[in-house]
């Protein structure tokens, strides 16, 4: 079976620190992985992907997240915080063509000035 | 690039009314769609997936008489909640799934916020 644990449901950071959000999934087979953000009251916008192609995956707004298969790991992070990061996170899992989507119970990211 | 749109983005209905949702693909075709709910604090709840020209397929537990799915063409899917309750009250989120040469990737619209009195 396919899962999805994001370890922290709120993470708080002062503006221009580092972030990190993690991830840990399990799956069967080599999975997609995404991470979403999803501002209030709005839908949720692709950050960023990973399939294989190369492990450390760079994404918008200067995010990255990193594919570690032996720790079943795919932790996001970005260098230095901004206020616009604010926001709840979700990581995601395609185990595998036409199969629903796996998510996370999301992350709020708290910014603090 | 691949962008979803909604319509409503918000509605408030009266009990015992229907009420339409509309998903759409902006600069891409979709032959899947998916349509989710979301309660608040949490996370996206996968309601059914939509296939163009096909019947939808609903999750366990979502009755699909009441949740109305059409997907007439390969830009759009409707959700028409027929005979809405206030319980029915939520924030509904569909999706478009674009193929890539790296696989499929879900494209979320903004969300329709339903609130039936």
């Known amino acids: 079976a396919q899962s999805v644990t994001q370890l922290d449901s709120h993470v708080s950071v002062s503006e221009g620190t580092p972030v990190l959000l993690r991830c840990n999934y399990s799956s069967s087979y080599s999975p997609s992985l995404f991470w979403y953000v999803q501002h209030p009251n709005k839908g949720l916008q692709l950050l960023l992907k990973y399939t294989s192609a190369a492990t450390l995956v760079k994404g918008i707004n200067g995010f990255e997240a990193e594919f570690k298969k032996s720790e079943t790991s795919f932790h996001l992070t970005k260098p230095s915080a901004h206020m616009s990061d604010a926001a709840e996170y979700f990581c995601?899992?395609?185990?595998?063509?036409?199969?629903?989507?796996?998510f996370g119970k999301g992350t709020r990211l708290s910014v603090i000035a | 690039g691949a962008v979803v749109s909604q319509h409503p983005s918000w509605v408030i209905c009266k009990s015992g009314t229907s009420v339409k949702i509309e998903c759409r693909s902006l600069?891409?075709?979709?032959?899947?769609m998916f349509w989710y709910r979301q309660f608040p604090k949490q996370s996206l709840m996968l309601m059914a997936t939509s296939n163009e020209g096909s019947k939808a397929t609903y999750e366990q537990g979502v009755e699909k008489d009441k949740f109305l799915i059409n997907h007439a063409s390969l830009t759009l899917s409707t959700l028409t909640v027929t005979s809405a309750h206030p319980e029915d009250s939520s924030f509904y989120i569909c999706?478009?799934?674009?193929?890539?040469?790296?696989?499929?990737?879900?494209?979320f619209g903004p969300g329709t916020r339903l609130l039936v009195l």
């Open positions: 999706s478009a799934e674009l193929a890539g040469e790296r696989g499929e990737t879900q494209y």
């Open positions: 600069d891409f075709q979709a032959t899947t």
């Open positions: 995601v899992v395609s185990p595998l063509r036409n199969t629903p989507l796996v």
